[in-house]
């Protein structure tokens, strides 16, 4: 059966509605009952980051090196989750997922491996977090909130006492991303931005994908990285070499976005 201009592999139901895969000119992706990807694989290689948004939010890498722990909202296809285990390999991870059946297809048909430095817990991320905040005070190096349903960012994720409770989990020098859509004239990411400046001191920086909706958010805790700019941009031209993803183009495109707080956080 063809859908979504691919060749439909997978269907199934659960109380949140319908979970597809599609398979298109040997990429697999991810639906939840509308055309947008929630998660896409190349078949041939599937460690590679395919869709634009996903290789955005590793824009972090720019301005830490390292993570020995990371929290993650939303699981999709897992291929963020597959990236930090291949990229760090002391690195412990907890991800969170609303939908049981979203994990289930994540290591049957996206590849995602059962690690020991692995541990998914089939919850409400946004409720979880706000709930349970204060038991992993300053834990975490990096939170990654990437949970949408079929509408748009899920609803749980969406208040200034979410980003509260995720700045208590950071470390002094840890990072938020999060992926938002819309663009920026959409009144939905016009409020999470207030409230992400309100809560992490105007220290953020959002990264438009190009040709895309999707806007990345970065919010730094009460550290901010004061990096050279020379230095920065010999680390995106490294980091492209190594990974195979457009780093120079994402601190460009930063530094365009940004201008009211780029320099507050780099130097020139």
């Not at 994990?103 to 979880?128: C, N, S």
């Not at 979410?162 to 989990?169: G, I, R, S, V």
């Not at 931005?193 to 805790?221: E, K, Y």
Request: with cysteine; hydrophobic share 40%; net charge neutral.
């Amino acid at each position: 059966m063809h859908k979504y201009g691919g060749q439909l592999i997978h269907e199934s139901f659960d109380d949140e509605g319908i979970i597809e895969i599609v398979e298109q000119k040997g990429v697999r992706s991810l639906h939840f009952g509308t055309q947008a990807k929630q998660s896409s694989i190349f078949l041939a290689d599937p460690n590679k980051l395919h869709l634009d948004y996903v290789r955005a939010m590793t824009s972090w890498l720019l301005f830490k090196e390292h993570i020995d722990e990371a929290m993650l909202v939303g699981l999709g296809g897992g291929s963020l989750t597959k990236h930090l285990l291949q990229l760090f390999a002391e690195c412990r991870l907890k991800v969170l997922e609303y939908r049981e059946g979203v994990v289930k297809i994540a290591r049957t048909y996206f590849a995602l491996p059962r690690d020991p430095r692995l541990k998914i817990i089939v919850d409400d991320g946004g409720e979880y977090i706000k709930q349970r905040y204060e038991s992993y005070r300053a834990q975490y190096d990096l939170v990654i909130v990437d949970a949408f349903d079929h509408e748009g960012v899920a609803n749980s994720v969406r208040s200034e006492a979410f980003f509260d409770a995720c700045k208590a989990l950071l470390k002094k020098d840890g990072i938020l991303v999060m992926n938002l859509w819309g663009g920026t004239s959409n009144p939905e990411f016009q409020q999470v931005s207030l409230w992400l400046g309100n809560v992490f001191n105007w220290q953020t920086l959002f990264l438009p994908v190009t040709d895309r909706s999707n806007i990345i958010a970065l919010a730094f805790n009460d550290y901010t990285p004061h990096i050279n700019l020379k230095d920065l941009r010999l680390r995106a031209f490294a980091l492209e070499e190594q990974y195979q993803i457009e780093f120079p183009t994402f601190l460009r495109d930063l530094k365009k976005y940004n201008t009211s707080t780029f320099n507050q956080i780099i130097k020139k």
